[in-house]
């Protein structure tokens, strides 16, 4: 251990609203050799009482030591919140990455859980022996012994007998941001369909639409929440609705008129007719190269809509990384995906058969394409949004990266279709391929994200 640095405790103060205020009497010293993680993990270094503090994570925060080098003005320890839930507060202040201590500063696990105060204290200079003014060294704190080191920290001597009125009612607690850790909001989302879905039982149209909506939904939340960036929903139902439009618009038509008249993507009426390489290269022009365009449509019209945007609001409204790209692809992916299939689809094959066997049918068409939709439209489109936002993260290659996204998503796409009348097994292989491609593109895209320290992706795996 280096003399010539102040040694660093870390230690624990009660502040329980129900009663139990004394401090816990033991310190820890902060080793300098290793990093110290904090939370309800029992392999941490220091360990929560998660009865005691539920709010904590099991990988909260952690605490680790950088020594003076060439790239630093001296020797700083580090606080780290590790994307808790309820976050890390740093004299009151949340907690965003990582942030150097000083002595006196206090920090707390949540709003209301477990409070440390961060001291340091400077090691006095021992005079060799024989000269004057020797001292013994100052009595500092010890290191817990390792057979205490994952005791869980906590109140000192409870009795286990007590009950508070919190145990009894949790709804009444308020360390537990239900928001966030308990997923209220989709819970809620669930509820209401499910109340809406009873309500038009009787309606097959509406009662199509509200499924196809919550189907669409649960399918997006995955995405949204392996991309780990927070984007106004409004703007991603806004994308999805402009995708609506569009189909509807006379665009439509012109897409239509250049890429399967004038191009060779003429969609065949019976394809088992045509080779393979044939059905191939319509699909690739008339689906691929067609439909992936229009679907980001919406997304350069954001993209220009908010160019002279200050960056905060572009970052939250428009499209300055790849992540960004890959939700409003996604969304809009989702708008093409329900007017589709409602609006196409659905509507023959009901219009196919008798009335109850016709909407037997169109529920069962209806039910794996929207449940498809998140290794089909939505991985295609997702992961063209990729490029665009990569583009813009990189703009020197523009065209180059937008050219290899474009092409890369209508060929997953042509791929798609033309291997729905060949067999089963090789469709679900390019739907399984596909949505490989839209999860690399999100996980290569949180690694380069300029936002990766509030990415809350990792939530999950930290809770």
């Known amino acids: ?70 790239t630093n003005d001296g020797a700083n320890w580090w606080l780290c919140d590790l994307n808790s839930a309820n976050g890390t507060y740093l004299n009151q202040q949340k907690l965003q990455g990582c942030q150097t201590l000083k002595h006196g500063d206090c920090i707390t696990l949540g709003q209301d859980g477990p409070k440390f105060i961060f001291e340091l204290i400077p090691r006095r200079p ?194 300055t990384e790849p992540l960004d790209g890959i939700l409003l692809g996604a969304a809009s992916a989702i708008g093409f995906t329900m007017s589709e299939t409602l609006g196409q689809y659905v509507p023959e094959i009901i219009q196919s058969a008798q009335f109850e066997a016709g909407q037997l049918r169109g529920l069962q068409l209806l039910i794996p394409r929207l449940l498809g939709a998140i290794s089909g439209h939505m991985a295609y489109s997702g992961y063209f949004g990729y490029f665009i936002g990569l583009s813009v993260l990189r703009p020197r290659s523009r065209w180059r990266i937008l050219g290899i996204g474009y092409i890369t998503a209508a060929g997953l796409h042509a791929l798609w279709n033309t291997m729905g009348g060949v067999n089963p097994v090789l469709l679900a292989i390019v739907g399984m391929l596909s949505y490989a491609f839209l999860a690399a593109s999100i996980v290569k895209a949180r690694s380069l994200s300029p936002n990766r320290q509030k990415n809350f992706a990792t939530r999950l795996k930290e809770d």
């Open 1 to 70: 251990m280096d003399n010539a640095n102040p040694i660093a405790l870390l230690r624990h103060q009660s502040n329980r609203p129900d009663g139990q205020t004394g401090v816990n009497p033991e310190q820890a010293q902060l080793p300098l050799d290793q990093i110290v993680a904090i939370g309800r993990e029992p392999s941490g270094q220091i360990v929560i009482d998660s009865n005691t503090y539920g709010m904590v994570s099991r990988r909260h925060a952690e605490l680790r030591y950088e020594p003076a080098n060439t």
């Open 126 to 319: 021992v005079a060799p022996i024989g000269q004057p003014g020797r001292r013994l060294p100052r009595r500092v704190p010890q290191p817990l012994p390792d057979q205490t080191a994952n005791r869980p920290l906590s109140v000192a001597k409870t009795n286990e007998a007590d009950i508070t009125l919190t145990q009894l009612f949790p709804i009444l607690s308020n360390g537990l941001d239900l928001r966030r850790k308990a997923y209220l909001m989709p819970g809620a989302i669930v509820v209401t369909f499910v109340v809406a879905m009873f309500m038009t039982i009787d309606v097959p149209r509406a009662f199509n639409l509200l499924l196809a909506s919550f189907l669409a939904i649960g399918c997006y939340y995955v995405i949204y929440q392996l991309c780990g960036k927070e984007k106004p929903p409004i703007l991603l139902l806004g994308t999805a609705l402009m995708t609506m439009l569009l189909l509807r618009s006379p665009l439509l038509q012109l897409f239509i008129w250049w890429f399967r008249d004038v191009l060779p993507g003429a969609v065949p009426t019976n394809p088992s007719a045509l080779s393979f390489p044939v059905r191939l290269v319509r699909m690739f022009f008339g689906a691929g190269l067609m439909e992936e365009l229009l679907k980001v449509v919406p997304l350069f019209l954001i993209l220009g809509l908010s160019r002279g945007a200050k960056p905060a609001v572009k970052n939250r409204w428009g499209i």
